[in-house]
């Protein structure tokens, strides 16, 4: 038991009253958001110190995230990650989830990862982004936020993992037979695919996966490091009783456009490194064949300097879902991290949004008015299109 009870220790800190607390920060610029959680039905679970918000809506502007609203609260956000990280006994590194589009989840996130690579600087930083979806979109500004967000902490964070709303809409729709999505049944999509990512980090495994492996496995250049993110299977809790999934089937339906969480065509590219994590009842034997029985399909194509291209982990503690969800509870589960020059779509998707725009100076008054300059705009669209061409470059045959 004291071993387990190390391993739950990962991501909660016992309280002297014998209460386990998450070692987690929520930090919003306004308030609406951070109330609904001081509120909410699990309020209970957290310390009232760990919710953070200011006063003010950072507007949909990066520069009020990063520059005006940003600088007045950064100080208290890194004294409580101080606090947090003082009652770790090894600290591995950070989880971010933000969003690419927002004022607080481009600018602010951007000014505290910067901060976080100068105090905790050896320190991993995986981040979990909400990219900008093709055709959804939730404010006009999103292509600028988006593009100068990535190019300021393109040297700060290790790794990105992208999800994209329109993605996690058809997954619902199509899968779990949702109507109208609520961010809450998107949210724990998205949740089964980071606990698949974190379970190596909480529990036993045969063969389990720690935060620095991740890197290693799946970034092949500093600057190269957007895997996408695939999970399977996804059914509904109606139809669990029908259905039955091989280690096979789960493999097989992870390469398959329906189960990625972000919306890019992985056969328009080439894949780089591919990360299976594997959860409950799986053996190497039946995750072997799967993978020999992939490789030998056309379909799927590997760069030529990187012929082995699979890492695999396997933990044995099944996945869980809410009680009451709409997602199934399924006997063992794949989550599949790959790193495919395919994501170079998103990014040329991204980029010609931003240059039609920037073209007129459309909507630019509201960031230089925040204290930017024109300058930051053409640095960040310069180094875009430097990643564009990396992700070309790595593609290209030998």
Known sequence: MEHKGASFDTFFCETRAGKHMPRTLFIDLEPTVIDGIRT???????????????????????????????????????????????????????????????????????????????????????????????????????????ILTTHFTLEHSDCTFMVDNEALYDICHHKLSVERPSYTIINRLISQAVSSITASLRFEGSLNVDLNEFQTNLVPYPRIHFPMTAFAPI?????????????????????????????????????????????GDVVPKDVNAAIAAMKSRNSIQFVDWCPTGFKVGINNQPPTVMPGGEMAKVQQAVCMLSNTTAVVEAWACLNHKFDLMYAKRAFLHWYIKEGMEEEEFLEAREDLAALEKDYEEVGQSS
């Open 235 to 279: 059914i509904s809790a109606d139809n669990a009783y029908h259905k039955d999934f091989s280690v096979s089937d789960i493999t097989t339906a992870c390469f398959e456009f329906s189960n990625q969480l972000i919306k890019c065509d992985p056969q328009l590219g080439k894949y780089m490194a591919c990360c299976l994590l594997y959860r």
């Open 40 to 146: 909410g039905k699990y309020r209970s679970l957290f310390h009232p110190e760990h919710l953070i918000n200011g006063k003010e809506d950072a507007a949909n502007n990066y520069a009020r995230g990063h520059y005006s609203l940003g600088s007045e609260i950064i100080d208290l956000v890194l004294e409580r990650i101080r606090k947090l990280a003082k009652q770790c006994s090894g600290l591995q590194g950070f989880l971010i989830f933000r969003s690419f589009g927002g004022g607080t989840g481009s600018g602010f996130t951007s000014l505290l990862m910067e901060q976080l690579s100068v105090q905790y600087g050896g320190k991993t930083k995986l981040e979990f982004s909400v990219y900008p979806a093709p055709r959804i979109s939730t404010a006009v500004v999103e292509p600028y936020n988006s």
